[in-house]
């Protein structure tokens, strides 16, 4: 078992990964109280039975697919329902599923009672390397990604990497984006990876270099006060492009990876990334309409009155944090 400790201030984060830990829950969770399983219906539903099998007492929610589900809607159902069921502090929550369960999960436990104990089984590429530490927790609000959420840490996190062996390409493709990301901003090798012949057999160390990245950022700067905001690359045309397409058709870690090519210094560099982007099958740019990605930039919670932080990269390893008027954002797109 590979394990790490996320050491912050008010609390240390366990994150433990193994093939098979799936069965293995409750052995680190413990069954003494009551379980609120938050899942979606894109995870296949003998993960959640395998699951619920372990708790005496497991309550399952299971919620539609997409970021249709970070929504104020669902979230008031799933505290309506805690409420009836009498859920307390002392119970927990657990997340099964991807970045979108994860963040609905997480908002849910840390607001029903002023904030409950909360465990986060991420299931996906996307949600194991980058959502599943830091303690970000979110719903949407008017098509906006994020706009409303909070910083809540998990009690721990599992990941067993043989779920992923039922997720799409697409989606596998999508997540490991977000490791490319940690690579370029600060870990050399882990783009090296990226560049060997079987990046399936590269899967597991790739999820696990690109775990060390975000839990040394996170260590440092827990509520993105600063040096945090590096972990943005790429995700401030990104996200626009996102709530362009109304969080449906364009997967995150896509919309991420043309914000990441917008912002990068070094031309040779983009010429070093095209071969992995094919692997991937990303593309350089999409089709959208500028001026209304723009105006969804500057709706985003990085946008600060008439300025923007955005992270650009002159070399691998070597990520600046810049603020620049928010009108200079249309130079890049």
Not at 69 to 78: F, G, M, N, W
Request: hydrophobic letters at 40%; one cysteine or more.
């Amino acid at each position: 078992m590979e394990e790490m400790i996320v050491s912050l201030k008010d609390k240390q984060v366990p994150i433990r990964m193994e093939r098979g830990l799936l069965k293995e829950a409750a052995r680190w969770i413990g069954t003494d109280h009551r379980v609120m399983l938050i899942t979606d219906q894109g995870v296949p539903e003998q993960y959640s039975r395998i699951l619920a099998a372990q708790f005496p007492n497991c309550e399952i929610m299971r919620v539609m697919q997409g970021e249709g589900a970070k929504s104020l809607e669902v979230y008031q159902r799933i505290l309506s329902r805690m409420l009836q069921l009498r859920f307390s502090r002392q119970d927990r929550i657990i997340a099964l599923g991807g970045g979108v369960v994860g963040d609905l999960a997480g908002f849910v436990a840390a607001t029903y009672m002023r904030g409950i104990r909360f465990v986060n089984i991420p299931t996906t590429t996307l949600s194991q390397i980058d959502s599943s530490i830091g303690g970000k927790v979110a719903v949407n609000l008017d098509g906006v990604k994020n706009s409303v959420g909070a910083f809540w840490q998990p009690e721990m996190v599992l990941i067993d990497p043989l779920v992923l062996k039922t997720l799409p390409q697409r989606h596998v493709n999508n997540g490991l984006v977000e490791a490319l990301k940690a690579g370029l901003i600060a870990d050399e090798k882990l783009v090296e990876l990226f560049e060997k012949p079987d990046l399936t057999e590269q899967r597991e160390a790739i999820i696990l270099r690109a775990l060390k990245v975000k839990k040394q950022v996170v260590e440092q700067d827990e509520h993105e006060t600063g040096l945090r905001k590096i972990l943005n690359f790429g995700h401030t045309i990104g996200h626009g492009i996102e709530s362009y397409y109304h969080l449906q058709q364009v997967y995150h870690g896509e919309a991420v990876a043309v914000g990441m090519m917008k912002m990068i210094e070094d031309p040779q560099l983009r010429q070093r990334l095209r071969p992995i982007y094919q692997r991937l099958q990303l593309k350089e740019d999409l089709d959208y309409d500028r001026q209304k990605v723009y105006e969804y930039i500057t709706r985003d919670k990085k946008a600060d009155g008439s300025t923007l932080t955005v992270v650009t990269l002159k070399q691998v390893g070597q990520a600046q944090l810049q603020e620049i008027p928010i009108e200079k954002i249309r130079a890049y797109l």
